[in-house]
């Protein structure tokens, strides 16, 4: 049988609601405490983001102001400009050298272009793979700078091209492009993130969209949610990423410094292990020292409970051994005090028990002398008295006038009630000595029997007897027929003026008891004074209307208290009476 948690030990539930409730403190604690470190850490990661974009930002702005510069400067230089008038004729060794200045030869990743107005390409010194297309014109006013390109998948790279005019404020008679590659490398990636601790991502690419670098591969442009965002904002790249956008001033490229999430929270979730390694020793310890202390407790009491459980059942020599100063201890003393006072007590009672006892036995020899007087010494003037009176009825009968007839004739009926009184008195007495012989009675057959007999002894007299089925009973047969006897013989002398008499026997269920139960169409009583039918002598009717000594019922209801049940009655004058009893066991029998 499983047994839930509400009936467990002391001993089981001490240490489980202990262990619970720290587990509860603790677990908010530590929820509480790694929210804190979780939002320290956001907000130390934001700081840093946009400090490191800032120094990125500031960085990444030299490059195009330098190219604009040497752009600049080239397309102003009057070889240069003899060059394109020429349309190429004129001034190359010139032109190239001018070039070495910005692209030297050992410079990688960077071509020089020089195109007419007509869209002719003059002159290219540098890396050949990194040619332009033809595009339109830089204005004239302005140093244009193009946004990051890509060609064949891999190669990115960005140009600056700046218009070549005739004289200071002549017309645009060409341009000079500067073709600049990105070069892409996992040793350069990890150079310029190192700068910053060698955690942090740095994405570069077009404001607008693709394409987009981590400085050692080309990859799709970050979210434009980011790329809109003037605050760092954590989104999805890979992973959940935590990162800042911001525009490098005068180019159409932007700056993404990002951090990993998990990354950034590691410090986060290892304080979390850390904390929960300690919360659980906390709550191991916790529950070992309730445990101990449930232990501590329930263990007198244990002793206390077994002990008091060996008292009850008999055993006055129990004691318990609970050492201490403590409560627990002051309470062994005081139950070993108390089982003393007992074992004195109950050998007190049993000496009291043993004198009583003997009283109770002489009491019993008087009584039992008493009933033999009864029986014996007061029968034999009553059988005198009613045997003169006999006689002189019988022998001077026709020498007695009328009133002296009738005066011996109530002599004779007093002596006969007296005699018959004597003998209730004395059946009433024996059924608080006799011992309840406890047994299955069938009490449909028992009734039915009585029954019998109350109509043969009732002779012409019309009455009707009807006797259900009844359900067995356990108990003493001899006694619980004198008690349906003295029923059913009441019920047939109060019915003796209806025309017929009927009475009728049966039972209902009241609960997880049985109550049988007699009622007749008599003379009934006054429900008021129901609690004097099963007294002894107590009578709710004359003698000369219904004849009796007023013991019978009084033995009917010692008879039923002595197996365990209870007896009353109902009725009403004229319309009848019902009385009721039950029998405990009856059930089961």
Same mark, same amino acid.
């Given at each position: 049988?499983?047994?839930?948690?509400?009936?467990?030990?002391?001993?089981? /539930?001490?240490?489980?609601?202990?262990?619970?409730?720290?587990?509860?403190?603790?677990?908010?604690?530590?929820?509480?405490?790694?929210?804190?470190?979780?939002?320290?850490?956001?907000?130390?990661?934001?700081?840093?983001?946009?400090?490191?974009? /800032?120094?990125?930002?500031?960085?990444?702005?030299?490059?195009?102001?330098?190219?604009?510069?040497?752009?600049?400067?080239?397309?102003?230089?009057?070889?240069?400009?003899?060059?394109?008038?020429?349309?190429?004729?004129?001034?190359?060794?010139?032109?190239?050298?001018?070039?070495?200045?910005?692209?030297?030869?050992?410079?990688?990743?960077?071509?020089?272009?020089?195109?007419?107005?007509?869209?002719?390409?003059?002159?290219?010194?540098?890396?050949?793979?990194?040619?332009?297309?033809?595009?339109?014109?830089?204005?004239?006013?302005?140093?244009?700078?193009?946004?990051?390109?890509?060609?064949?998948?891999?190669?990115?790279?960005?140009?600056?091209?700046?218009?070549?005019?005739?004289?200071?404020?002549?017309?645009?008679?060409?341009?000079?492009?500067?073709?600049?590659?990105?070069?892409?490398? /996992?040793?350069?990636?990890?150079?310029?993130?190192?700068?910053?601790?060698?955690?942090?991502?740095?994405?570069?690419?077009?404001?607008?969209?693709?394409?987009?670098?981590?400085?050692?591969?080309?990859?799709?442009?970050?979210?434009?949610?980011?790329?809109?965002?003037?605050?760092?904002?954590?989104?999805?790249?890979?992973?959940?990423?935590?990162?800042?956008?911001?525009?490098?001033?005068?180019?159409?490229?932007?700056?993404?410094?990002?951090?990993?999430?998990?990354?950034?929270?590691?410090?986060?979730?290892?304080?979390?292990?850390?904390?929960?390694?300690?919360?659980?020793?906390?709550?191991?310890?916790?529950?070992?020292?309730?445990?101990?202390?449930?232990?501590?407790?329930?263990?007198?009491?244990?002793?206390?409970?077994?002990?008091?459980?060996?008292?009850?059942?008999?055993?006055?020599?129990?004691?318990?051994?609970?050492?201490?100063?403590?409560?627990?201890?002051?309470?062994?003393?005081?139950?070993?005090?108390?089982?003393?006072?007992?074992?004195?007590?109950?050998?007190?009672?049993?000496?009291?028990?043993?004198?009583?006892?003997?009283?109770?036995?002489?009491?019993?020899?008087?009584?039992?002398?008493?009933?033999?007087?009864?029986?014996?010494?007061?029968?034999?003037?009553?059988?005198?008295?009613?045997?003169?009176?006999?006689?002189?009825?019988?022998?001077?009968?026709?020498?007695?006038?009328?009133?002296?007839?009738?005066?011996?004739?109530?002599?004779?009926?007093?002596? /006969?009630?007296?005699?018959?009184?004597?003998?209730?008195?004395?059946?009433?007495?024996?059924?608080?000595?006799?011992?309840?012989?406890?047994?299955?009675?069938?009490?449909?057959?028992?009734?039915?029997?009585?029954?019998?007999?109350?109509?043969?002894?009732?002779?012409?007299?019309?009455?009707?007897?009807?006797?259900?089925?009844? *359900?067995?009973?356990?108990?003493?047969?001899?006694?619980?027929?004198?008690?349906?006897?003295?029923?059913?013989?009441?019920?047939?002398?109060?019915?003796?003026?209806?025309?017929?008499?009927?009475?009728?026997?049966?039972?209902?269920?009241?609960?997880?008891?049985?109550?049988?139960?007699?009622?007749?169409?008599?003379?009934?009583?006054?429900?008021?004074?129901?609690?004097?039918?099963?007294?002894?002598?107590?009578?709710?009717?004359?003698?000369?209307?219904?004849?009796?000594?007023?013991?019978?019922?009084?033995?009917?209801?010692?008879?039923?208290?002595?197996?365990?049940?209870?007896?009353?009655?109902?009725?009403? *004058?004229?319309?009848?009476?019902?009385?009721?009893?039950?029998?405990?066991?009856?059930?089961?029998?």
């Amino acid at each position: 049988m499983i047994r839930l948690p509400w009936s467990w030990s002391i001993e089981r /539930k001490l240490p489980l609601f202990v262990s619970a409730l720290l587990l509860v403190v603790v677990l908010v604690m530590l929820g509480a405490a790694y929210q804190q470190v979780r939002h320290a850490a956001l907000s130390l990661a934001a700081e840093r983001v946009q400090r490191l974009t /800032k120094v990125y930002v500031d960085l990444l702005q030299r490059e195009p102001t330098t190219r604009r510069t040497q752009m600049t400067t080239l397309a102003a230089d009057p070889g240069v400009r003899e060059f394109v008038t020429s349309g190429g004729g004129r001034g190359r060794d010139w032109v190239l050298a001018a070039m070495r200045h910005i692209a030297p030869d050992t410079a990688p990743n960077l071509a020089i272009e020089v195109w007419d107005s007509a869209g002719r390409r003059l002159l290219l010194r540098g890396d050949t793979a990194l040619r332009s297309d033809a595009e339109a014109a830089p204005p004239s006013d302005s140093v244009v700078l193009s946004p990051y390109r890509l060609r064949h998948d891999t190669l990115m790279y960005f140009a600056v091209q700046a218009a070549v005019r005739r004289g200071t404020e002549g017309r645009v008679i060409g341009r000079v492009v500067q073709i600049r590659r990105i070069n892409l490398s /996992k040793v350069g990636r990890e150079t310029l993130a190192g700068i910053a601790g060698g955690d942090v991502a740095l994405l570069i690419g077009n404001a607008g969209g693709d394409p987009w670098t981590d400085l050692e591969h080309v990859i799709p442009a970050p979210p434009a949610e980011l790329r809109t965002s003037h605050q760092p904002i954590s989104y999805q790249r890979g992973e959940t990423k935590f990162g800042l956008a911001a525009p490098i001033a005068g180019t159409p490229w932007m700056l993404v410094t990002e951090l990993s999430r998990r990354q950034m929270l590691a410090p986060s979730l290892a304080y979390l292990r850390t904390m929960a390694a300690i919360a659980a020793a906390v709550v191991l310890i916790g529950a070992l020292g309730a445990w101990w202390v449930s232990h501590r407790i329930t263990t007198p009491l244990n002793r206390l409970t077994t002990a008091a459980a060996a008292i009850a059942s008999g055993d006055l020599t129990q004691r318990v051994d609970v050492p201490g100063s403590d409560e627990l201890g002051r309470l062994g003393r005081s139950f070993n005090d108390m089982a003393g006072e007992v074992q004195r007590a109950r050998s007190d009672l049993e000496g009291q028990v043993v004198q009583r006892t003997q009283a109770l036995r002489e009491t019993n020899a008087e009584l039992e002398a008493f009933s033999y007087s009864v029986s014996h010494d007061l029968r034999a003037p009553l059988r005198a008295i009613h045997g003169f009176a006999r006689i002189l009825l019988e022998d001077h009968g026709p020498a007695l006038d009328p009133e002296a007839k009738r005066v011996l004739g109530v002599i004779d009926q007093n002596t /006969k009630r007296m005699g018959q009184l004597i003998d209730d008195l004395l059946a009433f007495s024996r059924l608080g000595r006799k011992e309840v012989d406890s047994a299955r009675v069938d009490m449909t057959e028992l009734v039915r029997s009585v029954a019998d007999e109350m109509r043969r002894s009732a002779g012409d007299r019309p009455l009707e007897i009807t006797v259900g089925p009844l *359900p067995p009973a356990r108990g003493d047969r001899d006694m619980l027929r004198q008690a349906v006897t003295n029923l059913l013989d009441n019920a047939a002398k109060f019915t003796r003026r209806r025309t017929p008499g009927r009475i009728d026997v049966g039972h209902n269920t009241n609960g997880a008891e049985t109550v049988y139960f007699v009622k007749d169409n008599g003379a009934g009583f006054d429900q008021r004074y129901a609690g004097k039918l099963f007294g002894v002598f107590q009578r709710l009717h004359r003698a000369d209307e219904f004849e009796g000594t007023g013991v019978g019922l009084a033995i009917v209801q010692r008879i039923v208290l002595r197996h365990g049940g209870r007896v009353w009655a109902e009725g009403r *004058p004229d319309a009848g009476a019902t009385f009721f009893f039950t029998l405990p066991g009856a059930s089961d029998a």
